[in-house]
Structure formats: C-alpha cells, structure tokens
C-alpha cells in the first residue's frame, strides 16, 4: 500500500466514525504534491462538504506564521532577538514572583520562555482584570488587555523554564508597534502577500467558505456554542470562542488569531523547507529550525523548541518515525503540521475538529500513515 492510500485510509476511517467532521490534508514530498485529500464537512448539518479552499480558523498555526515576519523583520534590522519587550511596549512591565523587574526578550517570546503561560485563571478573573488569552472574545486591545499582566508575577523568571504560552501574542504587539499600523499589515507585508496565502488573515476574506467548528463529544461532535470549553480529561483547559475572529474590536492574537485554508500553510511550510523562497533568508530558517531552548526540557520527552514550532531532538524519545531535526506544531481547533527536512516532506491536517485533530489520535495516524508505520 502507498504513502496516500495510507493517508486516505486514515482519513476515511476517521470521517466513517464520525471523529472528523471534516478535513484537508497535504502532503508534499520534494516540492512535489503526493497527497491532496478534501474529505467530510465543512458544515455537517447543512451537508456542505470541505473543499480544498475551506477556510479553518488556525488557533496555534499562527504562530509560525507571526514568527516569520518577527524574524523578516530582524533580518531587515527592524528588531533584534535581544530587544527587551519593554523598550517596544512600555506598558508591559511584569515582575517575577519576587517582585523584581522582568527583562522579557525577543527570544524569550518565539521560544516560549518568557515566564508567560496560558493558564485559564487569568480569564476567570473579574472582568476589570480578566485577560483573555487570545482564543476567548474580548473588546479590549493589546495594551487594555496585557498590561492587566502587570499585576500577576511570572510563573518563572525569563529564560528558565520552557512553558507554552501565549507569549505570541505579546510578540505580534511589537510587531505591530514596529511594523505600523495593525499586526495583520505586518504579517500580510512579509510573510502572506509574498507567499500568495491569500486567506490566511486575522478576519474571514470569505464567510461562505468557513468551516463549522465542532468540539469532542460523544457519540459525535458537537457543533460549537460560543463560548465553549472542552471536557477536563482533554488536556486543554482554555475557552474557545468561534465568534472572536469576527469581532473587529479584538487584539489581533499573534497565538491564535487568524484564519487560512489548508494550502496557505502549505505555501508557508513549504517556503520553509526550501529555506525561506525569498521570505527568509536560509540562515534564518536554520536558526528556527535548531534547539533554542538549550538544556530546558518541555513537556514531551525527545523534543525541543526552535522559533517555529517543536524540534525532533530524539525521534526514539519522542515515539515518532519522523526524523531528527523535524519542526512540528498544531492548532487547538484542529489542525497539526510537519515539516522532515531530512526526508523532503512538508505535511498538514486541518480539520475543523476541537481537540482531535490536533491532539486525538487522528494527527498521530496520518504521521505513522505518511512513514509507512
């Protein structure tokens, strides 16, 4: 059996059990398309099927994206990986736990050590101090809303402890700050418009073509409520909210904002692997590619994070058949991307299912499905 009817097996068998309601998957092998799959519902109950340019809010998959244009920005000296976050935003001024004063740097927040964590806490608090976290709907702006942070100390100081985090967001508020006008104009400036992802945006360029959010739930999925939050035993403690993307008035989540189909990633991931097709330069796509957290450990075992996303360090460890040096992340609605230099592939799963598609089995199954294990 070949690499796409493995693929598509595992996407049949999921959409028949009804854990996908529906899905986009890509593969890319050498630049060239071995698997290009639309499969299910973008709409389950209107029986509107998924096509290849069903737009998917992205959740997570925004930030390699954002990450990208910080980085174009420093290669063209706009920011530097050492700029203390405070010299850009100076309303963001947290501490530590000691009181001290938080030097948060660039670095710190690509690589999700900056003492920042999503903790769904901050949400709950009342709502002259709540924080939302860049999935939850909200009026207020960047600084409205993360200056509130300066009141909560740090869950550790900068730099050492690795946590994942909606440090993101704080990153596309400089962006922007730096950049000019919105984080949206930066991103479409270095990253998208180059690119030709054309719906990959922080707003809906085509409301017919979104796909139905649906959340985990027995015997099927169930279409979201706004807001809605996931069973405890899912591994994700955050609210979601469907309507945030169009609320005008939100912060622009550099985390978990925007929205795309699955070909616009691909055009970034892609871009990636052939060493940055005129968006980045290659040392600067090596630079993301590599452990830049050093010894600090993450929550998975054999696996380090670069400035994209995770990094292969130890494919045993890591129980994967992906190879050393393969940077993979996903997207809270559903989605899950990797790119395995070493084998020439670039793969994405976008669905529009909360929390199987990124965190289920279904992920794990087209990666074993694209090695053959």
Not at 34 to 62: C, N, Y
């Amino acid at each position: 059996m070949g690499l796409g009817e493995r693929v598509d097996r595992v996407i049949d068998e999921a959409v028949r059990a009804g854990r996908i309601t529906g899905a986009v998957v890509l593969v890319y092998k050498d630049g060239e398309p071995v698997v290009r799959r639309a499969a299910g519902f973008a709409d389950r109950e209107a029986a509107i099927p998924v096509e290849f340019d069903t737009i998917f809010r992205l959740a997570s998959v925004t930030k390699p994206i954002v990450a990208a244009a910080a980085l174009a920005m420093v290669e063209r000296g706009k920011l530097g990986l050492t700029d203390k976050v405070a010299d850009h935003l100076p309303w963001f001024t947290p501490r530590t736990a000691d009181g001290k004063p938080a030097d948060i740097t660039m670095h710190h927040l690509l690589t999700h050590t900056s003492g920042l964590v999503y903790d769904p806490a901050l949400e709950l608090l009342p709502a002259d101090r709540a924080i939302s976290c860049g999935l939850s709907d909200t009026d207020l702006d960047f600084e409205a809303n993360f200056s509130r942070h300066n009141a909560i100390p740090l869950a550790f100081a900068p730099g050492m402890r690795w946590a994942y985090s909606f440090a993101t967001d704080l990153l596309g508020a400089v962006i922007a700050k730096v950049h000019g006008g919105t984080l949206e104009d930066a991103v479409v400036a270095y990253v998208a418009g180059p690119l030709g992802m054309i719906d990959s945006r922080f707003h809906i360029t085509d409301p017919a073509r979104l796909a139905v959010p649906y959340g985990d739930a027995k015997p099927l999925p169930v279409r979201m409520s706004d807001p809605w939050t996931a069973t405890d035993d899912a591994g994700w403690t955050l609210g979601f909210s469907p309507s945030r993307i169009f609320n005008s008035k939100a912060f622009q989540s550099g985390g978990a904002g925007m929205a795309g189909t699955a070909d616009d990633i691909m055009r970034l991931l892609e871009a990636l692997r052939a060493g940055g097709a005129g968006v980045l330069r290659p040392e600067t796509v090596r630079m993301g590619f590599a452990n830049q957290i050093g010894a600090l450990e993450m929550d998975d075992p054999g696996v380090k994070f670069g400035y994209f996303g995770a990094v292969v360090d130890d494919p045993a460890r890591a129980m994967t058949p992906q190879s050393r040096g393969t940077i993979r992340w996903g997207g809270v609605y559903g989605l899950n991307w990797f790119i395995d230099p070493e084998e020439k592939l670039s793969a994405v799963s976008v669905t529009n299912n909360a929390l199987e598609g990124c965190m289920g089995a279904f992920p794990d199954q087209i990666v074993n499905a694209v090695y053959g294990v």
